[in-house]
C-alpha cells in the first residue's frame, strides 16, 4: 500500500515563498506529481519529479528526495490567485500497474 | 481549459433513480480514468481505461458501472446510490497506453448528491 502526508492547511502572506511539504511511502515508486485546486475546479497539473534534485517552473519549484521519501512544492513571490490547494500524488508500478494515489492535499491560504 | 469536459457539472438525485455521467476529452490521450473527490478525503481512483479496456476496477461497487465506447468517450453510469456516494466525480485523460503513465488531466468534476 502507499501512505503519502502532507500538511492540511498552510497561510502565508503575499509576495512571501511558501513550501509545502510530501512524505511518502511506496514499494513501487514511479514518480511524483503536484496539482494545484481551485475550489470547484478541476485538479491542474503543476509539476513532476521522477529523479532526485529541483524542477523549475517559474515561480513555482519541485524538489524531490527518493532516499527520504520525500517532496516539496516552492510557491515564490505568493499571489493572491496562489490559494488553493496543492495535491501530492505519487506513481507507483508495482505490479506493471502504473496508478496515481493522491494525498489529502494542503489548502494554501495566501493574505495581504 | 483542460481539453477534458464533463456532463452534468451539477447532479442530485434519489437512491431509486438511475443516471450517468459524461466525460469527453480532446486531447488526443488514450487513457481516461474516474475518481472520487470526497471532503477531507484524498482523490479514489475508481477505474482506468486504455484504449478502450478496463484495466483497473479499484474495488469499487457495483453500483457504479463505467463504459468507454472510444478513446474520446467515458461513461460513469449510476443505480442505487448511497447518500454517501455523495461526491465530486472527477475524470481525467493521459497519454500513456498502459493508463496511469504520463501525466493526467483532469475534467471540472460533476457535483453529486444523493438525497
Redesign the interface.
Known sequence: GQN?DQPTEMTATEGAIVQINCTYQTSGFNGL?W?QQHA??????LS?NVLDGLEEKGRFSSFLSRSKGYSYLLLKELQMKDSASY?C?V?DSTGG?????????TQLKVEL | ETGVTQTPRHLVMGMTNKKSLKCEQHLGHNAMYWYKQSAKKPLELMFVYSLEERVENNSVPSRFSPECPNSSHLFLHLHTLQPEDSALYLCASSQDPRGGGETQYFGPGTRLLVL
Open positions: 503519502i506529481f496539482y470547484g475546479e478541476a485538479p491542474t497539473f513532476y495535491l500524488a506513481r500497474g502504473n496508478k496515481l494515489t493522491f494525498g489529502t492535499g
